[in-house]
């Protein structure tokens, strides 16, 4: 019953902010930001409480295990812990203070809405963004993906400081990621080419000669890869190695059912098919995205994005590409928003395609809560047999 509840809050906290989305104008540019930071504020509580998330048992263990004392920890044991040194040490304090698990799920899922809330909140259409945010990442964000989420956050954090000048700061948010999540040791590899400059004619040639490059990696060179057996102690590397061979195994991901396969895989490729999407329409309005050096950055990421995630999905390791994806197309719900509400603002049709847009995001929220709800599982109450 609670998690039915869980679930039929986030649709009606969607449907609360769809409807003052298109009702924006309305309310003055004050009344908008005050809305903005009580919705973050109700989201937060929410994530603290719920019941719902594939995180929040694995993270309950972990924050319970974790023990209270700081005594043991050493610099090295914060990079060879499964949680990463934020988590680590978030969840001994809370821990050594008496506090419980919904401490951490609020401090884990208030603090990177709190982020969001000050980059979009000076924002052209503010709360359009942090409506078509929600579709996107509400689910899939702080609900199911709580270091993920952090990470990639901090991580929008860092390209927007980078985009106003600020670069001291965003090399050192972009640096601290690796303390919310391993996997975005990769940004700070990939930080430097987010100033570069694309076509679409560049985009597309780049993209179809990383797809053969890749598929002759993988038929020459990915066997003998998959084949090293890593037995060394750095645990990012493990982890690495762990998920590269996953799917290579013969030990891989197993499927409950048709229904399970159909719904994890919607949701997985829905996302990549939209963020191909997005780069491609974005170059129409390049000759604007580009005197927007917050937008020209958030594209060049998202584009950075669309090239690791072929990569892996052709190695067949498509956890580490949705995760690196996942990290490096945190912004194209800025990039929605600007071609939707501004970019579009005077095509003839433009109803019809914020209509489409939403139409299809809704689509996706549907299926992700049908995959929450297990009907794809034998165990649970809702399981449609299939």
Same mark, same amino acid.
């Given at each position: 019953?609670?998690?039915i *509840? =869980?679930?039929?809050?986030?649709c009606?906290?969607? %449907?609360i902010?769809i409807?003052?989305?298109?009702h924006e104008?309305?309310? $003055?540019e004050?009344?908008?930001?005050r809305?903005l930071?009580v919705?973050?504020?109700?989201?937060?509580?929410?994530?603290s409480?719920?019941?719902?998330?594939?995180d929040?048992e694995p993270?309950?263990?972990w924050f319970?295990s974790? /023990?209270?004392s700081?005594?043991?920890l050493?610099?090295?044991?914060?990079f060879? $812990?499964r949680l990463?040194?934020?988590?680590?040490i978030?969840? *001994?304090?809370?821990?050594s203070?008496?506090f419980?698990?919904?401490?951490?799920? %609020?401090i884990?899922?208030?603090?990177p809405?709190i982020i969001?809330?000050?980059?979009?909140?000076n924002e052209?259409n #503010?709360?359009?963004i942090y409506?078509v945010?929600l579709?996107?990442?509400?689910i899939? /964000? #702080?609900?199911?993906v709580?270091?993920?989420?952090?990470?990639a &956050?901090?991580?929008?954090?860092a390209?927007?400081?980078?985009?106003?000048g600020e670069k001291?700061?965003?090399y050192i948010?972009?640096?601290?990621t690796?303390?919310?999540h391993?996997?975005?040791?990769a940004?700070i590899?990939?930080?430097?080419?987010?100033k570069?400059?694309?076509t679409?004619?560049?985009?597309?040639i780049t993209?179809?000669?990383?797809?053969?490059?890749?598929i002759?990696?993988r038929v020459v060179?990915? #066997?003998?890869?998959?084949?090293i057996?890593?037995s /060394?102690?750095?645990?990012?590397?493990?982890?690495?190695?762990?998920?590269?061979?996953?799917?290579n195994?013969g030990?891989?991901?197993?499927y409950?059912?048709r229904?399970?396969v159909?719904?994890?895989?919607f949701?997985?490729?829905?996302?990549?098919?939209?963020? &191909?999407?997005?780069i491609? &329409?974005s170059?129409k309005?390049?000759? %604007?995205?580009?005197k927007?050096?917050?937008?020209?950055?958030?594209?060049?990421?998202?584009i950075?994005?669309?090239?690791v995630?072929?990569?892996?999905? *052709?190695l067949?390791?498509?956890t580490i590409?949705?995760r %690196? $994806?996942?990290?490096? $197309?945190i912004?194209?719900?800025?990039?929605?928003?600007k &071609?939707?509400f501004?970019? =579009?603002n005077?095509?003839?049709n433009?109803n019809?395609?914020?209509y489409?847009t939403?139409?299809?995001l809704?689509?996706? =929220?549907?299926?992700?809560?049908?995959?929450?709800?297990?009907v794809h599982? #034998?165990?649970?109450?809702f399981?449609l047999?299939?």
């Open positions: 019953m609670i998690r *509840i =869980n679930i039929l809050f986030v009606l906290i969607l %449907l902010i409807i003052h989305a298109f104008r309305k309310f $003055s004050k009344a908008n930001k809305f930071m919705y973050t504020i109700v989201i937060s509580i929410f994530l409480l719920r019941v719902i998330g594939l929040l993270h309950r263990l319970e974790s /023990g209270s700081f005594s043991d050493t610099l090295d044991s914060l060879s $812990s990463e040194p934020f988590f680590n978030l969840s *001994i304090f809370l821990n203070r008496g419980g698990y919904e401490y951490f799920l %609020l884990a899922g208030s603090i809405m969001l809330y000050n980059i979009i909140k052209q #503010p709360v359009k409506c945010f579709l996107i990442y509400l899939k /964000g #702080p609900i199911e709580i270091r993920g989420f952090f990470a &956050i901090v991580y929008l954090s390209i927007y400081s980078l985009s106003k001291l700061k965003a948010k972009n640096v601290s690796i303390l919310f391993f996997s975005s040791v940004s590899i990939l930080f430097p080419f987010l570069a400059k694309w679409k004619k560049k985009y597309l993209l179809f000669l990383t797809i053969f490059l890749t002759f990696f060179v990915f #066997p003998q890869l998959i084949s057996n890593y /060394g102690e750095n645990y990012i590397i493990w982890k690495f190695f762990y998920y590269l061979t996953y799917y195994s030990n891989g991901y197993h409950l059912g229904l399970h159909i719904l994890l895989n949701n997985l490729y829905f996302i990549i098919i939209m963020n &191909i999407l997005i491609l &329409i170059f309005y390049y000759k %604007l995205i580009e927007d050096t917050t937008f020209r950055v958030l594209m060049n990421s998202q950075i994005g669309s090239f995630n072929i990569i892996f999905i *052709i067949s390791a498509t590409g949705y %690196l $994806s996942y990290l490096f $197309s912004g194209n719900f800025m990039l929605l928003s &071609i939707l501004v970019y =579009n005077n095509n003839k433009k019809w395609y914020v489409l939403f139409l299809f809704l689509l996706y =929220n549907f299926m992700i809560i049908l995959y929450e709800a297990g599982n #034998p165990d649970s109450m399981y047999g299939w």
